[in-house]
């Protein structure tokens, strides 16, 4: 599986955009981009998924450019209830049988009001 | 709507016991994983079962061993637990293997503590 690196923390504040980035130089051919949150002692939760281009959902926007050997996670207008870990991973899924999830080093994320 | 159930949440053991950790997955979900997460560390992933075959294999000690039943539920089986088997012990599911993008679903995490 591809190695990702992410910033280790960031800060904002209530109401701003926040965008984290995630490099993945090694991305292969076949390779989906998830980025989950995490909050202290719960499971991490799926928040986006993408393969090329833009995705959005209620949540969250993912940009991935042509490339596709970085990926940006853009949270709109952020709460205090956003402060979490974020993980970006990089894998190709298992068409045949399950496929693990690797998680790297994720990117702390601390709100302030 | 349901989600995946642990148990037990928490649980305290000494050094050398053996422990058992039951996961529910979601209804309809055939796809198991197991994630240990000690404390100030990220999720490492232990074991996967799909349609109840064992799918693929992480950083698992042999030690541990997992199976999932007929009802897709999986055990994860300790034994010989050490100190440094305290940790997070995460179960997620999944409809399906990860084939095009399946997301995964967590559960609460069970809580171990070896004394």
């Known amino acids: 599986l591809a190695k990702t690196t992410q910033p280790i923390s960031m800060d904002s504040y209530e109401g701003q955009e926040v965008n984290i980035t995630c490099s993945h130089n090694?991305?292969?051919?076949?390779?989906?981009i998830t980025w989950y949150q995490q909050f202290p002692s719960q499971g991490p939760r799926f928040i986006i998924q993408g393969y090329k281009t833009k995705v959005t959902n209620e949540v969250a926007s993912l940009f991935i450019p042509a490339d596709r050997k970085s990926s940006t996670l853009s949270l709109p207008r952020v709460s205090l209830s956003d402060t979490a870990v974020y993980y970006c991973?990089?894998?190709?899924?298992?068409?045949?049988?399950?496929?693990?999830?690797?998680f790297g080093s994720g990117t702390r994320l601390s709100i302030r009001p | 709507a349901a989600g995946v159930i642990q148990s037990p949440r928490h649980l305290i053991k000494e050094k050398r016991e053996t422990a058992t950790l039951k996961c529910y997955p979601i209804?309809?979900?055939?796809?198991v994983y197991w994630y240990q997460q000690g404390p100030g560390q990220d999720p490492q992933f232990l074991i996967s079962?799909?349609?109840?075959?064992?799918?693929d294999k992480g950083s698992i000690p042999d030690r541990f061993s997992a199976q999932q039943f007929s009802d897709y539920h999986s055990e994860l089986n300790m034994s010989s637990l050490e100190l440094g088997d305290s940790a997070l012990y995460f179960c997620?599911?999944?409809?399906?293997?990860?084939?095009?993008?399946?997301?995964?679903?967590f559960g609460p995490g069970t809580r171990l503590t070896v004394l």
């Open positions: 079962f799909y349609e109840k075959m064992q799918s």
């Open positions: 997620a599911s999944s409809l399906g293997p990860l084939a095009g993008g399946n997301e995964q679903f």
């Open positions: 991973l990089v894998g190709a899924p298992g068409y045949s049988s399950a496929s693990k999830i690797i």
């Open positions: 090694n991305i292969a051919t076949n390779d989906y």
């Open positions: 209804p309809r979900h055939d796809t």
